[in-house]
């Protein structure tokens, strides 16, 4: 137990020093992310550019900070709009029941089964490719299963002597949602939210494989991750640090999600 | 128990005809049609109008999706819009190289993921443990198409066991050209198995009866293979199910790299021309696959362990 | 209790022992006297009549043939048709058909099978969508296609081997157009065999061509087999294997593998050979008719329509460091319009060259000294193709250093790239034109002529519209040749669009591969090629 929490410890402390550095970008490197020198391309590292340029001159390094920034603001955005939106729906079909709830999960149903590259693919051709577009996409791909995680709990919460005993006590709906509900999800949602950043993270990079992720040349970490890979038999440079970035985002993500999963454990919460 | 699982099957006909219609009104929404494409740069007004009509894309909508829809029912997805094939003919031959593809990562990735957690839950703590962990989660962290690369670059051109790309007509001769995308699109289903056996298993292994079990004499491996597994088996059912979906996805990415004549490729390759029957087809059987895996997932999971309740009528929880 | 066990540990000795079967058993390097390289995206076009990729082009180009053929030195010679005469003014083409030519299954070639063929690819009930680019020339073409018509009036056999086609007006260019796979010669029989219609299955696809196709698997691979009785003699390769390969990665590696001949290579593939000690020596580069070019609408962003702002832009972008960096420096820049090895190539134009300070004077002229008051502009182009979007990234960095522009990238899917395109929408686009047919006129008047079909940004001049006119319907190839020069200096100096480049091919092709002949649009038919040592 107690090594976990170290681990989770450490894991949070990197994804503390991400955000530092993706708040900081701009004041770690000399270079913008964008800033182009055609004659000194695909150098390795040195002193002036310390993780080398790409294919066109750029500063590996602004790339992968500024990058932080990009899939950082969109994992966040996605999983913020993933648990308003997932919130409400679930906690609406759980309270509500009936045919309310049933259609609620029977779209959530469809969207969960609807592969989801093709509907962020779809999604991104109807609406035209930018960061907006694809931010969208993910929300869309995410929240169905936001929505079946909070209609679950929201149900076994419901029969809690707390919640019971607020009803017997004529509690309006909205003031127990609010009250005592949403308090006891939280804690589970907030976990689950982070894992699910991880994954919108490496959806993003999936997108820019397939040439539909954020367009360039904002650098997220998915763009530089297939970019690096178009070059990796020669400049393999170019892809090992995206890719370590992103691995390494990823697996303390889940670390702490995981923790913080064990924290607040549905059982336990279910019990209270 | 039968009643219910009917009861789920017949729920499948109308999500899967509210995918459809989710790619209709996509498709209906998208700016750039198939004609457009078709026609190419070289495009007349009047012979985009004639094409159209002549693929009676020019009909209202509600028209078009009911002509899909009974069409679908008969299993008839029309023609495709650049292929010579029908719809049918197409998913016919590109479904078994998806399908084959999944059921063995699917397979290794049970496997090896139950043993890898199984060990790392007997040996909590130590290395093989830590090992096992940093493991599964590095697989959950690298993308599949940065994976794919490296394996080939290692083991395709370096060591020459196996074959870089394509596929073979003769099911014997399917060997080499299997391996690494197995491999590649078994890594984060493994993972998360892995993770799975290993976080329940240490839960069931602090368990009372294990430790009376323990007690009265059964050696370890006897514990961990007849008490410990059967009771960790839900969440690995759990976590077969919802990795299921990942292979359908994943198979996008790893047939495109790896040139198997698969049902992801085309999908891929139909959005990028707009070439709706297929997209649609598609789309519905990928889907199917998806509930009808998911449904059989809840059905074995109601089977081991009864306190699953089934009047839940969600796929999984 | 231990049977679980062991059967798992059987279970993991079995996945052990599956990795080590299933290690490869052929060998590397060439098998038979076969050619084998990869297509880049599948087939699914089988039908002369209806094929539009270049990729399938090239496969069915070994079935199928022509009246005439492109030459190595880029000309329309004689292939099918031995000889013809240009009568009534140049509207009237008599071609004298080859005697003794078979197809795949035997039968004899005549006249009438050229006529069968051309008005199959005309009619309604085929539906072919390249018919109008390539043979609406032809008197009746166009109502045949329409529906409103049984037959193309224009195309008569007036004798065993006599063939007569009537086209609507004089045109120089109608002979290059003739080598498109449109109007190539089928076989009745074996369609009707078949089934009629579009020919999606082996059997309907005979042709007189060197190779006949065997296999046809539009996931996989297509095999082509040496035809016997070619009227050009026995092709030297026994048969040509095409297996399909989207991932330019994957198809790089299958060489190096050796488990294909040749390959045609993205640019970060050909920075990987050059470094490859092995693979250095086996690469091939080729000049395409193709230019890459970044236009300006005038029709929708108003301040193209000032001269100077156009100039401007021009000045302002760095060809060469474009060339050097998004592309290592492969291909030619470009300071005219028609390619190289087409007639009318200049290369004594310069264009506008890069002055950044010349470039900020005449934008400040124009009324936005340092870019200001400018507005900001989206630059459309094809998405996941890495070279375009490396050129739209370069161009972006210009504008905004040079002149104070600032530019939004558009990578968009091709299908709504095209329809934007089509209705001329695109403010700020960067595109490829390739040839059809190896002419100026394929150039300059579709191009930017008023009346062209991709003139899609508004660019009108009166004096460059008539000198394309007179160029088009000109018979004397001197004189055509300098109407269309000089209407090129007309369009250079206006700066409607900026060329970038011309395209440049780079293959790689192993040494045992010998005898490949080449013309520009690519390489010709496998008839002299060979695989050394088989």
Redesign the interface.
């Known amino acids: 137990m107690k090594?976990t929490n170290v681990i989770a410890g450490l894991a949070l402390c990197y994804l503390v020093v991400l955000v530092l550095v993706a708040v900081g970008a701009p004041l770690l490197t000399k270079y913008t992310y964008d800033q182009q020198d055609l004659s000194g391309r695909f150098l390795q590292s040195n002193k002036a550019h310390w993780l080398g340029t790409d294919n066109l001159g750029r500063d590996n390094a602004s790339r992968l900070f500024f990058g932080a920034r990009v899939s950082l603001v969109v994992g966040l955005t996605v999983v913020s709009a993933t648990l308003i939106f997932g919130g409400i729906v679930g906690v609406i079909a759980a309270m509500r029941g009936g045919w309310v709830d049933?259609l609620l999960?029977?779209?959530?149903?469809?969207?969960?089964?609807?592969?989801?590259?093709?509907?962020a693919?779809?999604?991104v051709?109807?609406a035209?490719r930018s960061s907006l577009t694809v931010i969208a996409a993910l929300t869309v791909v995410g929240w169905p299963s936001m929505a079946?995680l909070v209609?679950?709990q929201t149900l076994s919460l419901r029969e809690a002597l707390f919640v019971r005993a607020a009803q017997a006590t004529g509690a309006s709906q909205p003031h127990i949602v609010f009250k005592h509900l949403v308090p006891h999800l939280a804690g589970i949602c907030l976990a689950a939210a982070i894992v699910d950043m991880?994954s919108v993270i490496?959806a993003e990079?999936?997108l820019s494989?397939?040439g539909i992720g954020i367009p360039p040349p904002a650098p997220s970490w998915?763009s530089l991750?297939?970019t690096g890979?178009e070059f990796?038999?020669t400049d393999w440079h170019l892809?090992l640090y995206p890719?370590l970035a992103?691995?390494?985002?990823?697996?303390c993500l889940?670390?702490v999600g995981d923790a913080l999963f064990e924290r607040w454990d549905p059982r336990k919460s279910a019990r209270a | 128990m039968l009643s219910y699982a009917l009861k789920r099957i017949l729920?499948v006909i109308?999500?899967l005809i509210?995918?459809s219609a989710?790619?209709f009104v996509?498709?209906e929404?998208?700016?750039?049609?198939?004609i457009?494409?078709?026609?190419?740069?070289?495009?007349?007004?009047a012979?985009?109008a004639?094409?159209k009509h002549?693929y009676g894309l020019d009909r209202p909508l509600l028209v078009r999706f009911g002509d899909f829809l009974w069409g679908a029912a008969r299993l008839d997805f029309g023609r495709?819009y650049?292929?010579?094939?029908t719809v049918r003919q197409i998913l016919l031959?590109?479904y078994w190289p998806t399908a084959m593809l999944a059921i063995l990562a699917m397979l290794?990735a049970s496997?090896?993921g139950i043993?890898l957690g199984t060990i790392a839950a007997v040996a909590a703590?130590k290395w093989p443990d830590r090992l096992a962990v940093v493991l599964s989660?590095?697989g959950?962290?690298?993308?599949?198409?940065?994976l794919a690369?490296i394996l080939?670059?290692i083991f395709?051109?370096r060591l020459?066991?196996?074959?870089?790309?394509?596929?073979a007509?003769n099911f014997s001769d399917l060997?080499?050209y299997?391996?690494l995308p197995v491999i590649v699109l078994s890594v984060r289903p493994l993972a998360a198995i892995m993770r799975l056996t290993r976080s329940s298993m240490i839960g069931v292994l602090s368990q009372d009866f294990i430790r009376t079990a323990r007690a009265k004499g059964v050696s370890w491996?006897?514990v961990v293979?007849?008490h410990a597994?059967r009771n960790a088996a839900t969440p690995v059912i759990i976590g077969i199910g919802s990795s299921f979906?990942y292979l359908?996805?994943g198979s996008?990415?790893t047939e495109?790299?790896?040139?198997i004549?698969g049902l992801g490729?085309?999908?891929?390759?139909a959005?990028?021309?707009?070439d709706y029957p297929v997209?649609q087809a598609?789309?519905i059987l990928?889907?199917?696959a998806?509930?009808l895996v998911n449904l059989a997932v809840d059905l074995v999971q109601a089977r081991i362990d009864p306190r699953v309740r089934l009047n839940r009528?969600?796929?999984t929880? | 209790?231990?049977r679980?066990?062991r059967l798992?540990m059987m279970?993991?000795a079995a996945?052990v022992l599956?990795?080590t079967?299933?290690?490869?058993?052929q060998g590397?390097g060439p098998q038979a006297n076969i050619l084998r390289y990869p297509l880049v995206?599948?087939p699914?076009?089988?039908d002369p009549a209806m094929v539009?990729d270049g990729d399938t082009i090239d496969m069915l180009l070994q079935v199928f043939e022509g009246l005439v053929k492109w030459s190595v030195d880029n000309k329309p010679v004689p292939n099918l048709a031995e000889s013809w005469e240009v009568l009534n003014g140049g509207t009237l083409y008599r071609f004298k058909i080859r005697q003794g030519v078979k197809f795949h299954n035997g039968d004899d070639l005549t006249a009438e099978d050229f006529v069968y063929s051309i008005d199959r690819a005309c009619s309604k009930a085929l539906?072919s969508?390249t018919t109008?680019?390539y043979l609406y020339d032809i008197v009746g073409a166009r109502e045949r296609r329409?529906g409103n018509a049984t037959s193309v009036s224009g195309v008569r056999a007036t004798g065993k081997y006599t063939l007569e086609i009537q086209i609507d007006q004089p045109k120089a260019y109608f002979l290059a157009k003739l080598t498109y796979p449109n109007s190539y010669v089928v076989s009745h029989r074996a369609i009707k065999a078949a089934g009629g219609g579009?020919?999606?299955k082996v059997e309907a696809v005979v042709g007189t061509g060197p190779f006949k196709l065997t296999t046809y698997?539009?996931?996989?691979k297509v095999i082509l087999s040496a035809f016997e009785d070619y009227h050009g003699g026995k092709p030297k390769l026994q048969g040509i294997e095409r297996?399909?390969?989207?991932?330019p990665?994957?198809r790089y590696?299958?060489y190096?593998?050796g488990?294909v001949d040749l390959i045609q290579m993205d640019k970060a593939e050909v920075k990987a050979a050059e470094q490859d000690p092995e693979l250095k020596g086996q690469i091939r580069y080729f000049e395409r008719p193709g230019i890459y070019y970044v236009a300006m609408n005038q029709g929708v962003v108003p301040q193209f329509q000032d001269k100077r702002v156009r100039q401007a832009f021009a000045m302002a972008i760095d060809k060469d460091a474009i060339i050097a960096a998004a592309l290592e420096g492969k291909v030619k820049r470009a300071d005219c319009i028609v390619p190289p090895g087409i007639p009318g190539y200049d290369p004594t134009l310069k264009g506008y060259e890069f002055k950044p300070d010349e470039a900020k004077r005449l934008l400040a002229a124009a009324g936005y000294p340092d870019g200001r008051g400018f507005p900001k502009l989206t630059l459309w182009f094809r998405e996941?193709r890495p070279d375009i979007l490396h050129v739209g990234e370069v161009v972006q960095e210009e504008l905004k250093t040079n002149l104070g522009v600032i530019v939004e990238l558009r990578p968009t899917?091709?299908?709504?790239?095209?329809?934007?395109?089509?209705n001329k929408a695109l403010p700020f686009l960067h595109m490829r034109?390739m040839a059809d047919y190896l002419d100026p006129q394929n150039f300059l008047s579709t191009l930017l002529a008023t009346y062209g079909?991709?003139n899609k940004f508004n660019y009108s001049s009166p004096k460059f519209d008539n000198l394309c006119r007179l160029g088009d319907a000109e018979q004397d190839p001197e004189k055509r040749l300098k109407y269309y020069q000089q209407a090129q200096r007309i369009a250079i100096a206006d700066v409607p669009w900026i060329p970038i480049y011309f395209q440049r091919d780079a293959e790689l092709i192993r040494p045992y591969v010998q005898g490949i002949q080449d013309c520009l649009l690519g390489h010709l038919p496998h008839v002299s090629t060979y695989i050394e040592g088989q």
């Open positions: 090594r049933t999960m029977r779209v959530t149903d469809g969207l969960f089964a609807f592969p989801d590259i093709l509907l693919i779809l999604i051709g109807v035209g079946r209609r679950g991880a490496l990079s999936a494989f397939l998915g991750v297939s890979r990796m038999r892809v890719c992103l691995a390494l985002t990823i697996i889940n670390l | 729920l109308p999500t509210f995918v989710l790619t996509a498709a929404l998208a700016p750039g049609d198939p457009q494409i078709k026609l190419g740069e070289r495009a007349t007004p012979a985009v004639q094409l002549e495709s650049f292929d010579t094939r031959q590109n290794v496997v090896v043993f703590g989660v590095a959950l962290g690298i993308p599949n198409f940065v690369p080939v670059l395709a051109l020459q066991w196996y074959e870089v790309a394509g596929w007509d060997g080499p299997l391996v491996t006897g293979v007849r597994l979906g359908l996805t996008f990415i495109t790299v790896f040139a004549p490729k085309r999908a891929i390759e959005i990028y021309q707009r997209i598609t789309t990928f889907a199917a998806f509930i009528d969600g796929a929880g | 209790m231990t679980n066990i798992f279970l993991i996945l599956l990795l079967a299933c290690t490869k058993k590397i995206s599948s699914t076009k089988i539009q539906g969508e109008q680019n329409e579009e020919m999606t698997n539009p996931d996989t297996p399909i390969v989207k991932d990665q994957t590696d299958l190096k593998q488990r996941s899917e091709w299908g709504a790239y095209l329809n934007e395109y089509n034109w079909g991709e």
